[in-house]
């Protein structure tokens, strides 16, 4: 049984991730040998359990709409599809869940104010004390609230993941996540953990899915591989009025989410420009996911240091719009993969997490105050044990009236 502060020297961990495009569950399997900046990580197996649709469209409302019973109700609904989708992972490779020592979660997140003038607050749900009951194994989740605490955006929370799977003595690396939102993180060249910078960039494939969804009623959910936007045409005059909002310009730290992009965001763009073809709508949203990703770079990445390699992940990489015109807009750097640095894409999200729950039982600091501009490192997450099945022969008494 894992205990907090627990200096095993390797464990086994399932990660599990659910993004902003709320489409299921992956899970992933690693051992990991160690703990901080030096771990060595070994990704074992990856499954991914979709949402039910009823579940999927709840998580997909305005915040605002959802009452307190909604989330209440959903919060407990998401802990047994996490647990289900670790065991499920578990099967898929093999593995005892007694001989798992860890899971860690990331949740569903339902609503993301990163701080402005005053404090911030998050919430990310997948009640973690089911998943620990479900499966009998010590579970870590409910990251980000540690890190606004202590005047952090909560976000992103990858970075530290990423220095520790991607880092390069002599390339400057972005590892770019194009997720519903796109962010990214900049490892220079044998750069320390203290001098790594990630942020949000903007949207990702949120407001070019949410113009299918709306438009189509629902009957298409995703342009995928970027076909519609493919067959359509940019419109400039669009996407400069897109481009005028104030996250764009605004400088690092800084992360967004659904609140601000989501399919409200969507349905805003339709009624605007209302006859306009879809593929020229879907065109012009995949455009601004790719000139917010590269004005980012251009404004706050290269003043900091070379820039070698590009490493895309999430949904954005099998988008082949994103992977035309990234390259045309980045000269010089090259445009990888995740699988190029041999990490399965689909799986890279739910291993950060098993790396940050690695750390948390642990008791190290795993936020990057230089990415998410917290006041100072903190050990990020909270920590839910299974019920005890032996609990009466360890002392344990029935309550009496």
């Known amino acids: 049984m894992i205990r907090e502060n627990d200096r095993r020297p390797s464990r086994l961990v399932v990660g599990l991730m659910s993004g902003t495009s709320a489409d299921g569950i992956d899970a992933v399997l690693t051992h990991i040998e160690g703990t901080g900046v030096n771990a060595k990580v070994t990704l ?3 499954s991914f359990t979709s949402y039910p649709e009823n579940i999927r469209s709840l998580l997909l409302e305005n915040p605002a709409a959802l009452a307190a019973k909604d989330i209440a109700w959903l919060n ?5 599809l996490f647990a289900q989708a670790a065991l499920t992972c578990l ?9 798992v020592d860890l899971i860690a979660s990331h ?10 003038s005053g404090s911030g607050a998050t919430l990310q749900i997948g009640e973690l004390s089911v998943i620990a009951a479900r499966t009998g194994i010590t579970t870590v989740g409910d990251f980000r609230p540690s890190d606004i605490a202590v005047g952090g955006q909560g976000a992103p929370l990858v970075p530290f993941a990423d220095y520790v799977l991607f880092r390069h003595e002599r390339k400057g690396r972005i590892i770019l996540n194009v997720g519903g939102i796109a962010n990214l993180t900049y490892l220079p060249p044998g750069a320390g953990i203290d001098e790594v910078l990630a942020f949000d960039t903007g949207p990702g494939n949120m407001v070019l899915d949410g113009l299918v969804y709306l438009a189509t009623g629902g009957r298409i959910r ?4 970027g076909k519609i936007a493919l067959a359509g045409k940019l419109r400039e005059d669009i996407l400069a009025k897109l481009l005028d909002d104030p996250y764009f310009a605004q400088s690092p730290p800084k992360s967004t989410g659904r609140e601000k992009f989501g399919r409200h965001y969507a349905k805003a763009i339709l009624e605007t420009w209302p006859g306009l073809p879809l593929e020229d709508l879907v065109r012009t ?7 917010s990703v590269v004005d980012s770079i251009r404004t706050w990445v290269s003043p900091r ?13 099998r988008n082949r719009l994103f992977l035309t015109r990234l390259p045309e807009e980045l000269p010089g750097v090259a445009i990888l993969t995740h699988q190029d640095l041999g990490i ?9 997490f098993a790396i940050l729950g690695n750390e948390t039982v642990a008791g190290n600091p795993n936020n990057v105050p230089s990415a998410t501009g917290a006041r100072l490192p903190v050990c990020m997450g909270k920590i839910c044990f299974p019920p005890q099945r032996d609990a009466k022969q360890r002392g344990y008494r029935e309550p009496t009236s």
Do not use: S, W, Y
């Open 285 to 291: 949203a995949a455009e601004l996911t790719v000139r």
């Open 76 to 80: 407990f609904q998401l802990g047994e």
């Open 344 to 352: 399965d894409d689909k799986a890279k999200e739910a291993l950060a």
């Open 222 to 225: 995703m342009d995928e591989g």
């Open 305 to 317: 240091g070379p820039v070698h390699e590009l490493v895309l992940g999430g949904g954005g990489a």
């Open 91 to 99: 099967e898929g490779a093999g593995v005892r869940r007694e001989d």
């Open 107 to 116: 949740g569903q997140t339902i609503v993301h104010l990163p701080p402005e």
């Open 44 to 46: 074992l197996h990856h």
